[in-house]
């Protein structure tokens, strides 16, 4: 199995029941967000080979396609983020980190739409790739709720904490 060292987990939870087109609108408005926040947006051969894309944009994990590797870090991080998920929403990995800044940029801008309530957000980091070290990292893991104000000080203080989940809430609502 392959393992990969990095993961980047989004959980978008709706405000309310969504419809099934909320979904396709949501679904593409963050793949197309999300993609603009990448280095590869700039590149043709990033963008139109699917085993080049595969092993950095978005995916479903319960349906991650024809070139996507599901690792022992996804299994593992699928269920926890599973849980959180009581309502409408949906939830996507990638096998890549984004950048700081382009995560904060990508939290305001989804946190924007009235039809999104909240939005979990990890980065998993692990430089030795050990499978039997995924499901150790489950239990290290801290879940922290913060306003969306002050998840994006804590990013420009640069105190972001790989492997943290964190619980982004609208400002109004927490």
């Known amino acids: 199995m392959v393992i990969y060292s990095t993961h980047?987990?989004?959980?978008?939870?709706?405000?309310?029941?969504?419809?099934?087109?909320?979904?396709?609108?949501f679904s593409d408005m963050t793949l197309v967000d999300y993609l603009g926040k990448t280095e590869h947006s700039d590149c043709e051969v990033c963008l139109t080979c699917p085993v080049c894309r595969a092993d950095w944009e978005l995916f479903d994990p319960e349906n991650p396609g024809e070139y996507v590797q599901f690792c022992e870090y996804?299994?593992?991080?699928?269920?926890?983020?599973?849980?959180h998920?009581?309502?409408?929403?949906?939830?996507?990995?990638?096998?890549?980190?984004?950048?700081?800044?382009?995560?904060k940029q990508f939290i305001d801008f989804t946190l924007s739409n009235k039809k999104i309530k909240k939005v979990f957000v990890i980065q998993q980091y692990d430089p030795n790739?050990?499978?039997?070290?995924?499901t150790k990292m489950l239990g290290q893991i801290?879940?922290?709720e913060l306003k969306q104000s002050e998840f994006l000080t804590l990013i420009e203080a640069e105190k972001f904490e790989?492997?943290?989940?964190y619980e982004v809430f609208k400002d109004k609502y927490y």
């Open 85 to 103: 998920l009581t309502g409408d929403g949906f939830i996507l990995f990638s096998h890549r980190l984004v950048k700081l800044d382009a995560l």
């Open 129 to 134: 790739r050990k499978p039997a070290k995924a």
């Open 162 to 165: 790989y492997n943290n989940l």
């Open 142 to 144: 801290k879940h922290q």
């Open 74 to 83: 996804c299994e593992v991080l699928l269920p926890l983020l599973k849980e």
């Open 8 to 25: 980047l987990c989004i959980l978008i939870y709706a405000q309310n029941n969504w419809k099934d087109k909320d979904y396709e609108q």
